[in-house]
């Protein structure tokens, strides 16, 4: 579970804000395998 907070950490600095709605986005993408599920289910 400690590698999960840790990359949870990461990438919460990467989020973006949206500044019509004031929503934070995050965008993973890349090819299958790489752990987008993963980090998703983690966040």
Avoid at 14 to 34: H, I, N, P, R, S
């Amino acid at each position: 579970m400690a590698d999960y907070d840790r990359l949870c950490k990461m990438l919460s600095s990467q989020f973006v804000e949206d500044t019509k709605t004031g929503v934070l986005q995050l965008g993973l993408y890349g090819m299958a395998g790489l752990g987008k599920t993963t980090i998703s289910k983690a966040l």
